[in-house]
């Protein structure tokens, strides 16, 4: 099972080889990565990563991988592991992230922000004085598998 590090280092590094993702954010990450497991989990009924999600109040975060990218603030994030490599990547897993890339990679951070604040997994389990609250997979799943086509 990959890492979510692993699926933000495959965002990152699809971004940088696209002249036109140029925008993408710590926040923004944060945001591919939180559809990516959901349209995962709601898909095949298991995760792609095992790290959990949290409701932040700017929406879903994987604490682990935000801490790896939060110096870069609110400018682009740039890969941080000099060995990344496509070929650690299934020919599934590389159709299935750049289908996320291609349905949410156009979106600013602040319009997946609203998006996401728009979803019961993030608005039922946002609470404003518990910050960083984990969003239960199963929340996430019925979710994402609710709206599978």
């Not at 591919?32 to 999600?53: D, K, M, N, T």
């Not at 603030?73 to 996320?100: C, R």
Request: cysteine-free.
């Amino acid at each position: 099972m990959l890492k979510a590090k692993d699926v933000a280092e495959w965002f990152i590094n699809w971004a940088a080889s696209d002249e036109d993702s140029s925008d993408l954010t710590n926040m923004k990450l944060q945001k591919v990565l939180y559809y990516a497991q959901g349209h995962h989990l709601g898909r095949y009924g298991r995760p792609l990563f095992p790290e959990q999600i949290e409701a932040w109040s700017h929406g879903p975060v994987i604490a682990s991988v935000y801490g790896s990218y939060k110096d870069f603030g609110s400018s682009p994030v740039m890969s941080k592991d000099a060995a990344f490599n496509w070929d650690n990547f299934t020919p599934e897993q590389h159709t299935y992230l750049a289908t996320i890339w291609n349905s949410y990679g156009g979106f600013t951070a602040a319009k997946l922000r609203n998006m996401t604040h728009d979803e019961a997994p993030w608005k039922e389990n946002f609470r404003a004085d518990e910050n960083r609250k984990v969003i239960p997979a199963s929340d996430i799943a019925k979710y994402f598998a609710s709206r599978a086509s």
